[in-house]
């Protein structure tokens, strides 16, 4: 039985827009007289529906991006999505990814939501902090993108100092001067929230993975080989720093869609993944990484042979998808034979599914994710069902009362110059001062 868990990710695109060969691209100036009233807000109630459509079919997890300034995402803040899924839902795990932490003037600001979002969600949270593209610094004005990365790195270590450090404490460092780090609410996760990093495959993002023991997971690598590799670079340095890798901390993302047919399956879905392909993911070198924003390393690991950017992505087809591994498209059969030799072959521990692009139609995406739910997921699990989370926390006033503190103060306020347990207060008899 696989121990993967199996998610589902929907970036929720806005696809009613001109086709990108007659402009650079369609991240950054694409006008926004192309964005219509009801077709914008079907495309938001269509990604709300679908994200909550997973737990109903036995995902074990929704995924959803952060995305600024052009149709790929209408979420410019996708911590909105997640406390909206939180209140919809009752096991699946929600996984947000972004935030990008350099989109906050300050990380505590941030910290603050993912505690409130842990809470509401009662320990279901996962968050990803992708670096973001430079597409995306552009579009918010907010951050030099040549010291992005490095501020980056410092609001990640007060990320983390914030969400489990004791309180108030002083940061001073060479972006942020917090006098009084000092957050309210706490998370329910200990120490924090589960954190899963997004990257390319440099050496220095792996390193901060391993240092931490995140979860990684890698844009465009795809390929049996090339997820072995970046997987096996993972483990060794995971090692280094004195522990074994856990299986959930080795991400992999697959496009997959299923049909009645291997056949059906390439009619229905290919003319939708050539969209995305040739309108959404090409971008000019310049425009994703302006000068100064990425390391040696980065650079290294951007163009080698795991990469995503190592041919055009408007220049793969149909073929190519499936001959490199980034898309999964058959009949049940078909796709659950590919897929149990990807999960062999890699061990990868949550494996997300993209399945919504945007210029798929609801009932497509429906049919296909149904259908990989009832016809394959259980194949994948053994026969088993997917994972049961451990909520924390409390669900019922009883079991508040069981579990509340009782070393904590009581409310008091002055009343008639006595202090008294508010509390209490209501009662005249009871109504006496604090502490007698």
Not at 79 to 108: C, D, E, F, H
Not at 305 to 319: C, F
Request: net charge negative; glycine share 12%.
């Amino acid at each position: 039985m696989s121990a993967t868990e199996f998610f589902v990710l929907f970036d929720g695109a806005y696809p009613r827009v001109p086709h990108a060969s007659s402009r650079k691209s369609n991240f950054i100036d694409l006008p926004n007289t192309h964005y219509d009233d009801v077709d914008g807000q079907y495309a938001l109630e269509y990604q709300l529906s679908m994200l909550k459509l997973v737990e109903e079919l036995g995902y074990d997890g929704a995924l959803l991006s952060e995305q600024h300034n052009g149709p790929i995402g209408l979420f410019g803040n996708p911590m909105l999505a997640g406390a909206w899924l939180a209140g919809q839902t009752s096991r699946i795990k929600i996984g947000i990814t972004g935030p990008i932490l350099n989109a906050y003037q300050t990380p505590v600001r941030l910290a603050e939501e993912i505690a409130a979002l842990d809470i509401m969600s009662r320990g279901r949270l996962i968050i990803g902090l992708p670096v973001g593209h430079g597409m995306q610094y552009h579009s918010m004005g907010v951050v030099n993108v040549a010291t992005a990365r490095a501020r980056y790195r410092e609001a990640h270590d007060l990320l983390v100092a914030a969400l489990t450090r004791e309180g108030p404490f002083e940061w001073n460092g060479e972006f942020f001067q917090v006098p009084y780090v000092n957050l309210w609410p706490r998370p329910l996760q200990k120490p924090h929230p589960q954190i899963m990093l997004v990257g390319g495959g440099s050496l220095e993002t792996l390193d901060l993975i391993a240092k931490h023991g995140y979860g990684y997971n890698p844009i465009g690598v795809t390929g049996i080989a090339d997820t072995q590799k970046i997987n096996g670079r993972l483990a060794e340095l995971c090692r280094g720093y004195g522990y074994e890798p856990q299986r959930s901390q080795f991400w992999a993302g697959l496009n997959v869609h299923v049909a009645e047919t291997d056949k059906q399956a390439r009619l229905e879905v290919e003319a939708h993944e050539l969209w995305v392909n040739q309108n959404f993911f090409p971008s000019p070198l310049h425009d994703s990484f302006p000068p100064g924003y990425l390391s040696e390393g980065a650079i290294r690991g951007l163009h080698g042979g795991a990469s995503y950017r190592s041919k055009p992505i408007s220049e793969i087809g149909y073929d190519d998808m499936i001959e490199r591994g980034s898309l999964i498209a058959g009949s049940p059969e078909t796709v659950t034979a590919k897929l149990q030799e990807y999960l062999e072959a890699t061990g990868v521990g949550r494996l997300m599914f993209g399945s919504n692009n945007g210029s798929k139609p609801k009932w497509l995406a429906v049919k296909s994710l149904t259908l990989l739910a009832e016809e394959v997921l259980p194949k994948l699990r053994g026969g088993a069902g997917p994972i049961e989370p451990e909520l924390l926390g409390y669900g019922s006033n009883a079991e508040y009362g069981a579990m509340r503190n009782r070393s904590t103060p009581p409310p008091t306020a002055l009343l008639d110059g006595r202090m008294v347990d508010v509390d209490t207060a209501h009662i005249e008899e009871l109504r006496a001062p604090s502490g007698e």
